[in-house]
């Protein structure tokens, strides 16, 4: 229960609450990615050439980067509510304010390149399909069976309905004539559903920051023209 001397920082205990939530979410999404099956199998797989082993490695510390600051401003706004210093809220809105230049260019990237990150995965199947098909690579029929498992997929259905010898070769028979197990279809529908989470999180982020950063204005000039002069040092955080 809060009295009316704890009235504000009590209030304040919700917002740092779903900031900090908000930060672990942006951590587990990005450790998910980085380190689940599919991705690490096609960033493993893929060639220097190709662009999308330095975006893997790029969103993964984005995305803990962008975590920790959003915790941190959480805290320090917390803090800075508790004591009434108006370093500690102009630090929590640094923060905030970093998290949203950060954000703003993350989002733009995501908006003008949505078929980057889908491309790149795509040649790193075809790369490999075409050396298995062309014999020239024993260990590239390893990768393209470990494809074919993560995806739950076979092969790359032709316009003709017919099927090569990669197919019956590399696939269980049962997926050989499967038209709804294409790869290269499977692997366009797992990033779709995934990239249109993480915009959805993106979004959500952008705006937590846009609050967090008018919430540490407003803290900082209500401390600054005294409005709760009175009470300053009768706070307790419970």
């Given at each position: 229960v809060c009295t009316q001397q704890e009235l504000l920082p009590c209030k304040s205990l919700p917002e740092t609450l779903l900031f900090q939530l908000l930060g672990l979410s942006i951590a587990t999404l990005s450790t998910v990615t980085h380190y689940g099956l599919r991705f690490t199998l096609?960033?493993?797989?893929?060639?220097?050439?190709?662009?999308?082993?330095?975006?893997?490695?790029?969103?993964?510390?984005?995305?803990?980067?962008?975590?920790?600051?959003?915790?941190?401003?959480?805290?320090?706004?917390?803090?800075?509510?508790?004591?009434?210093?108006?370093?500690?809220?102009?630090?929590?809105?640094?923060?905030?304010?970093?998290?949203?230049?950060?954000?703003?260019?993350?989002?733009?990237?995501?908006?003008?390149?949505?078929?980057?990150?889908?491309?790149?995965?795509?040649?790193?199947?075809?790369?490999?399909?075409?050396?298995?098909?062309?014999?020239?690579?024993?260990?590239?029929r390893h990768e393209l069976t470990a494809i074919h498992e993560a995806f739950l997929c076979c092969g790359k259905h032709s316009p003709f309905g017919d099927t090569s010898n990669v197919?019956?070769?590399?696939?269980?028979?049962?997926?050989?004539?499967?038209?709804?197990?294409?790869?290269?279809?499977?692997?366009?529908?797992?990033?779709?559903?995934?990239?249109?989470?993480?915009?959805?999180?993106?979004?959500?982020?952008i705006g937590f920051t846009v609050y967090g950063m008018i919430l540490t204005s407003f803290l900082w000039f209500s401390i600054h023209f005294s409005s709760n002069l009175y009470r300053k040092g009768k706070y307790i955080l419970r």
């Open positions: 096609i960033s493993n797989i893929s060639l220097d050439s190709n662009a999308y082993r330095v975006i893997h490695h790029t969103a993964f510390y984005f995305g803990i980067c962008l975590s920790m600051t959003l915790i941190l401003a959480a805290l320090l706004s917390s803090a800075a509510t508790v004591r009434e210093s108006q370093c500690l809220t102009a630090m929590g809105f640094f923060c905030f304010a970093l998290a949203f230049c950060g954000l703003i260019p993350a989002a733009c990237w995501r908006y003008t390149h949505s078929t980057e990150v889908e491309d790149s995965m795509m040649d790193v199947y075809d790369f490999v399909y075409e050396e298995v098909r062309r014999n020239t690579s024993s260990f590239r197919e019956n070769k590399m696939c269980p028979p049962s997926q050989v004539h499967n038209e709804g197990q294409d790869c290269l279809q499977e692997i366009q529908d797992f990033l779709k559903k995934h990239m249109d989470f993480v915009f959805s999180l993106l979004g959500i982020a």
